[in-house]
C-alpha cells in the first residue's frame, strides 16, 4: 500500500515498527544524498562524470592503479567529509531501542557507523571506501597516507609489507562479493519480521534479493524510496516521500 501523505506515511511506519520484534534495516545510497553524497542513478548525479573502474582493469595496470586513486581523491574534494543525516541518526536510535540490533547496507559512506551503530553490526555489501587494504595481505591504509604518497610520486603505491596492490576497501564493479558479509546479510533477512528497505532503487543483484527473500519468509517488507522499486507491488508499506522527512520523527537523543 502506498501511504498518500508525509503525515500517514510516518504513521504507518510507527505502526509497523510498534508491532515488529526484529526490525532489519537495509539501506543504499538514497539515505546519504542529503549528506551531499549524489546517488547512483538520479539524473546529472556525479558518476555519470566520473566512472568507476572495473577490479579487471584496476589489476591489469599501474596507469589504472593511478586513474582509480586520482578519481577517488577528485571525489574527496567534490564531498568533503560527510556526516550522518536524519535517516542515519534515526536507524541509529532504533538500533539502541535494541529493535534493530544490525542493518544491512549497500553504502560504502561509513556513515552508519558514524552515526553510532558499532561497525560490527553494518553488514556492508559493498565494502567501504573511507580507507583502503592490500589486496594481497589485507593490511589496512587510511587514505591520507596513500594520497601522501600518490602526491609525492605521482604513483598508486603498494603495500610496504608485502608489495601488494592498495585499493579502497569497496567491492569493485567484477570483484566477488564479501562471502562472510552476504552470509549474515542472508541469516538476518531470514530473521526479521520487519524489512525496512531504505533509498535503494533496488536493482543491484544480489542485494535486491534480500527484500524478496524477507518477503517469502513472511516478514512484513516497508519500501521508503523517492522512485518506484519492482518490489513496490509486495511491500506492506511504500513511502514515495524524502527519507531525511519521513525518518525525522524516529530520532530520539
Ligand atoms: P541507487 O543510486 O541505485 O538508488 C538510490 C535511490 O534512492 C534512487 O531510487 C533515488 O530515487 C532514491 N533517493 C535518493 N535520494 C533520496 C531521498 N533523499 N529520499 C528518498 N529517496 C531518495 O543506489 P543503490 O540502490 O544504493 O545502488 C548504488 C550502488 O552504488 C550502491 O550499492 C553503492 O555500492 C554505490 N554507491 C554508494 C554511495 C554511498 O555510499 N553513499 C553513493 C552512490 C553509490
Ligand atoms: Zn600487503
Redesign the pocket.
Known amino acids: 500500500m502506498i501511504a498518500s501523505d508525509l503525515n500517514t506515511a510516518i504513521a504507518r511506519l510507527g505502526a509497523l515498527v510498534e508491532e515488529a520484534h526484529f526490525v532489519l534495516p537495509f539501506t543504499?545510497?538514497?539515505i546519504?544524498?542529503?549528506c551531499g553524497?549524489?546517488?547512483?542513478?538520479?539524473p546529472g548525479g556525479l558518476w555519470s562524470k566520473i566512472q568507476p573502474i572495473p577490479f579487471d582493469a584496476f589489476l591489469a595496470g599501474q596507469e589504472m592503479r593511478d586513474e582509480t586513486w586520482r578519481r577517488r581523491f577528485i571525489l574527496a574534494d567534490a564531498i568533503g567529509r560527510p556526516q550522518p543525516g536524519r535517516g542515519h541518526r534515526a536507524l541509529a536510535s532504533l538500533y539502541r531501542t535494541g529493535k534493530a540490533p544490525a542493518l544491512i547496507t549497500?553504502?560504502?559512506?561509513n556513515l552508519h557507523q558514524d552515526s553510532g551503530i558499532a561497525p560490527a553490526d553494518v553488514v556492508e555489501l559493498?565494502g567501504n571506501t573511507t580507507y583502503a587494504l592490500c589486496l594481497d595481505c589485507a593490511r589496512r591504509y587510511e587514505l591520507g597516507w596513500v594520497r601522501e604518497k600518490f602526491e609525492a610520486t605521482a604513483r598508486a603505491p603498494d603495500c610496504e609489507a608485502c608489495g601488494g596492490y592498495i585499493k579502497t576497501a569497496t567491492i569493485s564493479f567484477g570483484q566477488a562479493m564479501p562471502e562472510e558479509a552476504l552470509r549474515r546479510a542472508e541469516n538476518m533477512t531470514l530473521r526479521c519480521d520487519l524489512f525496512l528497505a531504505i533509498?535503494?532503487?533496488?536493482?543491484?543483484w544480489p542485494?535486491a534479493g534480500f527484500p524478496l527473500t524477507a518477503k517469502r519468509n513472511g516478514a512484513r517488507l516497508a519500501i521508503?524510496?523517492?522512485?518506484a522499486t519492482d518490489f513496490d507491488e509486495i511491500a506492506d508499506l511504500v513511502v514515495r516521500q524524502?527519507?531525511?522527512d519521513v525518518l525525522a520523527p524516529f530520532i530520539r537523543h
Open positions: 543504499g545510497a538514497g546519504s544524498t542529503e553524497i549524489p546517488d547512483f542513478r538520479s549497500q553504502n560504502i559512506d559493498h533509498g535503494s532503487s533496488l536493482v543491484v542485494a521508503i524510496n523517492r522512485e524524502d527519507i531525511g
